[in-house]
């Protein structure tokens, strides 16, 4: 299957930003154990690199990729750590020259077609809760089929939303993974709200 069919299955990437992650391999399990197979580090997180490399060394059978990159010499180490995919937060053309499946970030409708023009593997709309899944829905009417991805504000309220609007899968940030669990190595916690985020999908 390619990136978007694959994720269309799993529908939730968990964005993981943290000043610090102490097990990134158990991270991994307590949030597949929560039913989010998909797991987002960031290059805000000091070292992310190193993480990558611990986490996909374990083979958790986890999806693990990198985000907010931003250049291509980002994207290079992050590959080279092992990354099966990256995300950015804007349109990079120069990360969507990486030899794994890019997330480009966008937000209007110009950038949406940037994005795919340079043969994004989906389009991450950030901020999604500054504009609401009804923007999302307006996307697709230019856009039919485009692979998009919500980002931004979203959470188990409006998930949902997001996906009966189209969304080829959402982000879970700050609700799922918060800095404080992950610093406590709160597995079962994080499992929990996983596990919670993924219910309220339907």
Known sequence: MTLPQELAADRVIAVVRAPAVPDPAALCAAL?????????FTFTTPDVTALLRR??????????????????????RAVDAGAEYL?????RPAVAAAPVPVILGALTPSEVAEALD???AA????????FGPGYLKDLHGPFPGAPLVASGGVDAGNAAAFLDAGALAVC????VVTPSLV?????PEITRRARAFTAALG
């Open 55 to 76: 986490a996909t060394a374990a083979g958790t059978g986890s999806r693990i990729g990198v985000g907010t990159v931003l250049t291509a010499e980002q994207a290079g």
């Open 87 to 91: 995300v950015t937060p804007g349109v």
């Open 123 to 130: 389009v991450k709309v950030f901020p999604a809760r500054a």
């Open 172 to 175: 879970a940030g700050s609700e």
């Open 118 to 120: 340079l043969g994004a």
């Open 183 to 187: 610093a406590a190595a709160d597995w």
């Open 32 to 40: 597949a154990e929560g039913g989010i197979r998909w797991v987002e």
